[in-house]
């Protein structure tokens, strides 16, 4: 059995610990010269999609049209949209820049003065 000795230092050892514990990373938050964005995006990919060639087969279908061209094809379309996505943040951001004057005309919840002008 433990003793009341030991009882008391490894209750105030685990006390120091909650008092010690702080949030600690290897790395700094922010990547040099670069905001945080919280995680890594490379700006291409890391591993070849060609590396799927080298795949055990297991069918009929060649390696290269089962994994290789999906891929491509996929990222292709990633490239395409991004690239989109680009145009409209940017023509978005020209509409907010550019003045723009009051548009429509002043309404309200069972609003008959335009037919009944006489009466307020």
């Known amino acids: 059995m433990m003793g009341r000795r030991a009882w008391t230092f490894l209750s105030a050892a685990?006390?120091?610990?909650?008092?010690?514990?702080?949030e600690s990373s290897a790395q700094s938050p922010r990547g040099i010269g670069s905001p945080y964005s919280g995680r890594y995006?490379?700006?291409r990919p890391t591993v070849s999609p060609y590396m799927n060639l080298f795949r055990n087969q297991r069918g009929p279908i060649p390696n290269y049209h089962l994994y290789v061209r999906p891929i491509l094809r996929q990222q292709s379309i990633n490239s395409q949209q991004g690239s989109a996505v680009q145009q409209l943040e940017q023509g978005l951001r020209q509409t907010q820049t550019t003045p723009h004057g009051?548009?429509?005309i002043s309404s309200g919840y069972r609003n008959f003065s335009h037919y009944y002008s006489g009466l307020r």
């Open 41 to 43: 995006q490379p700006s």
């Open 14 to 22: 685990f006390l120091g610990l909650l008092v010690c514990a702080a």
């Open 102 to 104: 009051p548009t429509g």
